[in-house]
């Protein structure tokens, strides 16, 4: 099998290198174009395995001063969940008071990551 190149672009810091990820037998044999190693690491996880972190608002009940509360998994979940986790989300509300890392959604989706608040309400 003859190898094939893929070209992402690195979202690991603000220089947003493009990368060129060379491949044989579905495995990476290269990365180039990063201009640190974080590019190359996360080439090589963006091909084997993509994650996200999700970040969204729910509302929130009880705040004199908030409707809505921001919130994102605590870290990065398999990319495939998405979709799953903003259905939960979108039926999810909390009740204030709420405190910057409070679990607003433990495990959701059985990810083994919680949904926090990132704001006060």
Sequence with gaps: MSATTRELTCINCPLGCLLTVTLANGEVTAVTGNTCKRGDTYARKEIANPTRIVTTSVPVDGSATERMLSVKTERDIPKGEIFNVMTV????????????GDVIVPNVCNTGVDVVATRRA
């Design 89 to 100: 989300l979108r039926k999810t509300r909390a009740t204030a008071p709420v405190e910057v």
